[in-house]
C-alpha cells in the first residue's frame, strides 16, 4: 500500500545538470617528494565544445601562479590560481568544461565554486561537480577565463532577519530562528526628518527599524532628499538619532526606488550612515532593486551594487513573485551579483504568503485563505435534493469540468499551484509552505550567500509554517529538500449522512439518504501538509408520493 505520509520522496540538493565528465581541460599532477615538496605538473589540455561530439576544439595550457589573492568572503580556496592560455581561439558556440584538481579533496556532495580574479576582484563563473573520488572538480563556462581557482564554503553565521509590518503581531514561531527583527513604522520627512514611530517590544531578539519609502509619494521624498547634501545630511543624523536613543541594533532601509541622477547620492548617504553606525557598532541593511535583464545586458535600476555593497552589513534582495518565473529571474541575478560583490553581503527573501495571478494582477494570500479558494464545493443540481436521489459534488476550482488543473506540483514553480478559471478568466494559485520555501532557501546555499530575509514574520504568515526548515538552513547552511506526496494533494469528501460512491477526487457522486433532513458534505484539501475543508450544506426532501 502507497505510504501517505507527507512527502514521498527525499530529494539532493539542487544538482547541477550533467556534464561530460570525460572532457578534461586542466590536469594538475601531484607527487610528494619526502615529507613536503609538492611538484604539480601542467601538461597540454583540451578544450571540448558543447555540442555533445566530445571533440577537443583545441589545446589549453595552465600555469600555476605563485600568488595567491585572498580568496572571497566565506570561502576557502581547494586549488591553487591558475593561469589558461588557448593555442587557438574559442568559437563562439563552444562552452569550455574546466576541469581542475584539487590541492584538497572534497565530498561527492560539497559545494565548490570556481571563479576568475580579474586583478581587482574575484568573479563568479559557477558550481563544480566533484570528480575522481574528490580530487578534482568539473564545470561548464561560457568563455574561457584568463584564469581559475576552486573554493568550497568555509563554516560562518548565517543572518536571519524578519521584517513586521507596522501593526502586526510576532509570530511566536520566529524567535528561535530570528537574528534581529526589523519593524516598520517609519517614514522619510519632507525635511530629512523621520515620521512614524516604533513599537515598542520586549521580545528578546535585536531590534533595527525599518525606514520605508514604498508609496509613490514617498519615494519622491527620498529622492528629493537625495539630491539635497543638506537634506541628505539631516537624513543621516535622524537615523543615527534614533538608533542611539532607541538603543537600537541597527538600521533597515528599504529605499529601493532611487532615479536616475541620484545614484552617487545614494552611495554617499549611504557612506556617510554606515560610518556613523559603524562608529557605534551599529549594522546597517538595506533592501535594493533586483537588477533586470536589458536586452544582452543588465539594468541595474540606478544602484551601483559594487560602490554600495562594502559599505553595508548586508543587502536584501526582494522576490519574484511570479513563481512561474521566480528560479529563472533569481538564478540570473544571483549569478550577476555574486560575480560583482560579496555573496556573503546578500540576503534572499523569502516571502511566506502564497500568490494568485489573474487579469486583475497579482494578490497574497495566507496559506489557509488559499487552500480556501482551492475548497469551494458546489453540487450539480444545486439546492434541494429528494430522499434516495443523487447529486453530483464537486470542487469548483479544482474540477477539470471547469477548466482547472486540481492541486499538482509545479516543477518549474518548485510549488504546489493550481489554476482554475475565476472573475476576468484563467488564475493561477502558487502556495507557499515548508516545500515551496526549501527550494529556495537551497538558492542561498548554491550561492553562500549570507542568510535570508523573512517577508513578513507577523502571525498572519504562520500558515506557511515555513520555519523548521529556516531554522535547519541558519542551524546548517542547507536543507534537506522534499516534493509532497502526491496523494495527498488528491481532494477527498465527508458527508453526514448518505452515501458517496467515492471519497477522492476533485467529483464525487452522492446518494442522499432516506431519512429527510440537512446534510453536510465537506470537501478536504491539502497542501501535502495543511489540511482545510469547507462544508456545504444540502437540504433533503421528503419524496413525493406518486399518485396511483
Known amino acids: 500500500m502507497e505510504d501517505k505520509g507527507p512527502f514521498n520522496r527525499i530529494l539532493q540538493s539542487e544538482p547541477l545538470k550533467d556534464r561530460d565528465r570525460a572532457a578534461v581541460v586542466i590536469v594538475v599532477l601531484g607527487i610528494v617528494l619526502g615529507l613536503v615538496l609538492l611538484i604539480l605538473v601542467l601538461p597540454p589540455v583540451s578544450i571540448f565544445s558543447n555540442d555533445d561530439s566530445g571533440e577537443p576544439t583545441g589545446p589549453v595550457s595552465g600555469q600555476i601562479l605563485d600568488d595567491m589573492p585572498a580568496p572571497p568572503a566565506g570561502f576557502e580556496a581547494v586549488s591553487p590560481l591558475i593561469e589558461l592560455a588557448s593555442a587557438e581561439p574559442v568559437g563562439p558556440n563552444v562552452h569550455p568544461r574546466l576541469t581542475v584538481n584539487l590541492s584538497v579533496a572534497v565530498s561527492d556532495n560539497e559545494l565548490v565554486v570556481l571563479y576568475t580574479y580579474d586583478g581587482d576582484s574575484w568573479r563568479r563563473l559557477g558550481e563544480a561537480v566533484p570528480l575522481a573520488d574528490g580530487n578534482a572538480v ?122 536616475a541622477g541620484n545614484e552617487e547620492a545614494f552611495t554617499s548617504f549611504l557612506q556617510s550612515l554606515a560610518s556613523g553606525l559603524r562608529r557605534e557598532g551599529r549594522t546597517l541593511t538595506l533592501t535594493l532593486p533586483l537588477p533586470i535583464r536589458d536586452g544582452g545586458g543588465w539594468n541595474t535600476q540606478n544602484v551601483d551594487w559594487e560602490a554600495i555593497a562594502p559599505l553595508v552589513t548586508a543587502i536584501k534582495l526582494p522576490p519574484v513573485v511570479e513563481q512561474d518565473r521566480y528560479f529563472i529571474e533569481m538564478e540570473e541575478a544571483l549569478s550577476f551579483l555574486t560575480s560583482r560583490v560579496a555573496s556573503s553581503k546578500l540576503l534572499l527573501t523569502i516571502d511566506p504568503f502564497s500568490h494568485e495571478r489573474g487579469v486583475d494582477g497579482l494578490q497574497s494570500y495566507t ?23 443523487t447529486l453530483v459534488a464537486l470542487g469548483l476550482n479544482l474540477s477539470g469540468d471547469t477548466g482547472a488543473s486540481g492541486l499538482i506540483w509545479d516543477d518549474t514553480a518548485r510549488a504546489v499551484t493550481f489554476s482554475y478559471t475565476g472573475p ?74 448518505g452515501a458517496l460512491e467515492s471519497t477522492a477526487g476533485p467529483v464525487v457522486t452522492w446518494r442522499a439518504p432516506d431519512e429527510p433532513g440537512t446534510y453536510v458534505l465537506t470537501l478536504i484539501v491539502s497542501d501535502g501538509l495543511t489540511h482545510v475543508g469547507q462544508e456545504l450544506s444540502v437540504p433533503v426532501q421528503p419524496r413525493l408520493a406518486v399518485a396511483p
Open 367 to 389: 496559506l489557509i485563505e488559499a487552500l480556501g479558494v482551492a475548497s469551494t464545493p458546489v453540487t450539480r443540481p444545486s439546492g434541494s435534493i429528494a430522499t434516495g436521489e
Open 424 to 497: 476576468g478568466g484563467a488564475r493561477v494559485v502558487w502556495l507557499a509552505n515548508a516545500f515551496s520555501e526549501a527550494f529556495k532557501l537551497d538558492l542561498a546555499r548554491r550561492f553562500q550567500l549570507g542568510g535570508v530575509s523573512v517577508r513578513d514574520v507577523s502571525q498572519a504568515s504562520e500558515d506557511a509554517g515555513i520555519w523548521p526548515v529556516v531554522l535547519e538552513y541558519a542551524e546548517t547552511g542547507a536543507v534537506t529538500l522534499v516534493k509532497p506526496n502526491g496523494a495527498l494533494l488528491t481532494p477527498r469528501w465527508e458527508v453526514s449522512g
Open 138 to 259: 568539473q564545470a561548464e563556462v561560457t568563455v574561457l577565463p584568463p584564469n581559475v581557482a576552486a573554493f568550497r564554503p568555509v563554516e560562518q553565521t548565517r543572518i536571519i532577519l524578519g521584517t513586521l509590518p507596522d501593526g502586526s503581531s510576532l509570530d511566536p514561531n520566529a524567535l528561535a530562528g530570528l537574528t534581529t527583527l526589523n519593524i516598520q513604522g517609519l517614514r522619510p520627512g519632507a525635511d530629512g526628518s523621520l515620521i512614524g514611530s516604533v513599537p515598542a517590544n520586549d521580545l528578546g531578539v535585536p531590534v533595527a527599524p525599518t525606514i520605508l519609502a514604498a508609496s509613490s509619494a514617498d519615494a519622491q521624498t527620498m529622492n528629493s532628499i537625495l539630491a539635497s547634501p543638506e537634506l541628505s545630511a539631516a537624513h543621516v543624523q535622524a537615523l543615527l538619532d534614533l538608533a542611539t536613543n532607541g538603543s537600537y541594533a541597527g538600521i533597515d532601509l528599504d529605499y529601493r526606488t532611487i532615479d
